[in-house]
């Protein structure tokens, strides 16, 4: 009955992301709406999966996926900024959101108060970036956005996990926060990376596409699964994972890359769709059950709306807060690059970073440390705004424990769940349908991300025709054939024009042979550029889907 009903709320899911997409409209938020009314209708059952379906089934593909996709250099560019939303303002909104829960709710202690507040203390990011990339958000502040939603769950999880501990009595791996803290995350980020290098290793051995990506499907559950069982955090261990396999991609086969990117993207819109049509069919039942466990529905609304304003002020005076801190960073930073003593250390680098690289031209540079530029105040508020709740708060909220080890039921625990799925609606209707409204009102763009993009662009191509010419010429020392020359040289001079040998439809061996040859010489000098840092790892990717494409083509040719 279980797999019926999944299929069916699948199905209509998808239609209505469909009537979404034709009619401009946020799918998940219509999705949410439409999972909601439908529980009302008197036909229909209640569909409830078990909390560890949710955690270890459906989240650990949207992770990996979304890390797989995002650019490791970007993360680690703004991992201050990401740290302390993903990891410090999910502490600050559980403590401070318990503190508000103990005092509203009637009967209701601090322990079991955060118990509530880690369980909505996490965004979740998906309708925030779907929306930012609609509406071309700049890079940089997509990158924190993405950025927090790998993290914060892996945050939440754990401060979750040691408040149930805390209320049931059930003893912890770790006694202290702190140590399970560092050891959960450090745990996690080095089962997910081991588990990236060896199945990486695996990838690079496989010719047979279908069999590589059915490799990687399995990679999220796995690594979420090792790292739980050695109390580990499942979340950080897929988030590196995917940082492994996504940094390393370009070493994989080209068709592996082509049907892992078009099997991901269908995996992220089933599950997407998913989520929103779970999240509006427990309402109800939700609200249901803390209503006929002695609440009354308004006091159940009254309560999730304090909860949800605290939810919303907390992000906004820690956002601008933090904000006003980076710009006195930045302007220490700034004056120091002024500072002689400063200007000759760097003058006496860069001397030394140019006599390393006319050794090894290969080698990886150094460069300063640099604070990056802050946001603006427009940028700011969008960041603030962005805290719409989702999966791993409805997971969290039905993980709660039944009982406590003495066999007493769970205090609240029929309240908590009902006000964290009224909360998560409250952001998804209050600021997702707002922030549409605000990104266009403020009109928040990068004046200079255009530039940025147009040279690493032309740097990227500059880097491909290099290696081309190279190729090319390497090619022709080596062979006499004069049809191999002649191919060569009519190569030679398409590159020079700055055109893409191929697209040629000349199809004879000698063409085929060096096209090849080209291509891999220009993949692999795009990932060296950006290893060493001289190209943004977004316009590496872009290059590498092109190649793979031009490459699948040359596939389809034959000699005569």
């Known amino acids: ?252 086969n080209y068709a592996t890359r082509i049907q892992e990117r078009q099997t991901w993207r269908t995996i992220d819109t089933l599950l ?25 529905l308004w006091q159940v609304l009254a309560i999730s709306a304090v909860v949800l304003v605290a939810v919303t002020a907390i992000r906004i005076v820690w956002v601008f807060g933090s904000a006003a801190l980076g710009r006195w960073r930045y302007r220490r930073h700034r004056a120091r690059l002024k500072q002689p003593e400063t200007i000759e250390r760097l003058r006496r680098q860069a001397a030394t970073d140019a006599e390393r690289a006319a050794l090894a031209p290969k080698a990886r540079r150094r460069r300063p440390a640099a604070v990056p530029e802050p946001f603006s105040w427009r940028e700011n508020l969008i960041v603030a705004w962005t805290g719409m709740r989702g999966v791993v708060t409805l997971a969290a909220a039905a993980g709660i424990p039944l009982t406590l080890m003495n066999g007493e039921p769970f205090p609240g625990r029929d309240i908590i769940q009902a006000v964290a799925f009224l909360v998560t609606i409250g952001t998804l209707l209050i600021q997702g349908l707002t922030l549409p409204w605000l990104i266009a009102r403020l009109k928040v763009v990068d004046p200079g991300q255009a530039a940025r993009e147009a040279r690493q662009r032309e740097r990227a191509e500059s880097i491909a025709r290099t290696a081309s010419e190279q190729a090319i010429r390497d090619y022709q020392a080596t062979t006499t054939d004069p049809l191999s020359q002649r191919a060569a040289e009519a190569m030679l001079k398409r590159v020079g024009a700055s055109r893409e040998p191929a697209a040629e439809p000349q199809k004879f061996g000698p063409f085929i042979v060096l096209a090849g040859a080209t291509l891999a010489a220009r993949r692999r000098a795009l990932i060296e550029a950006r290893d060493r840092g001289d190209l943004d790892d977004e316009i590496m990717r872009e290059a590498l889907e092109r190649m793979d494409l031009e490459e699948a083509a040359m596939a389809n040719w034959r000699a005569p």
């Open 272 to 296: 997407e769709a998913f989520v929103f049509a779970y999240i509006g069919l427990q309402l109800r039942f939700a609200i249901e059950e803390s209503v006929s466990s002695g609440f009354d």
């Open 1 to 252: 009955m279980l797999f019926s009903q999944l299929l069916v709320v699948m199905v209509v899911a998808i239609a209505i992301a469909i009537f979404a997409e034709r009619r401009n409209i946020q799918a998940p938020l219509l999705i949410a709406l439409v999972g909601l009314a439908a529980s009302y209708l008197p036909f229909m059952p209640r569909f409830e999966l078990e909390p560890h379906v949710i955690l270890s089934i459906v989240l650990p593909p949207l992770l990996y996926s979304a890390a797989s996709e995002f650019s490791l250099v970007s993360f680690l560019q703004r991992l201050r900024s990401i740290t302390n939303l993903g990891v410090l303002l999910v502490v600050v909104t559980t403590g401070f959101v318990g503190g508000v829960a103990a005092m509203v709710i009637p009967g209701m202690t601090l322990p079991v108060a955060l118990v509530l507040a880690a369980v909505i203390s996490p965004p979740d990011a998906v309708t925030a970036t779907a929306i930012g990339r609609k509406l071309h958000l700049p890079n940089r502040l997509m990158t924190v956005l993405k950025g927090e939603s790998l993290i914060n769950d892996a945050a939440a999880l754990t401060l979750f996990s040691f408040a149930v501990g805390a209320v049931t009595g059930a003893p912890l791996f770790i006694g202290n926060v702190w140590l399970y803290f560092l050891y959960s995350g450090v745990g996690g980020i080095l089962v997910g990376l081991l588990l990236g290098r060896l199945i990486h290793l695996m990838r690079r051995r496989m010719s047979n596409p279908s069999l590589a990506t059915a490799l990687t499907v399995i990679v999220p559950f796995a690594a979420y699964l090792v790292a739980e069982e050695l109390h580990a955090s499942g979340v950080l261990a897929v988030v590196a994972a995917g940082f492994a396999l996504g940094h390393s991609a370009g070493e994989a």
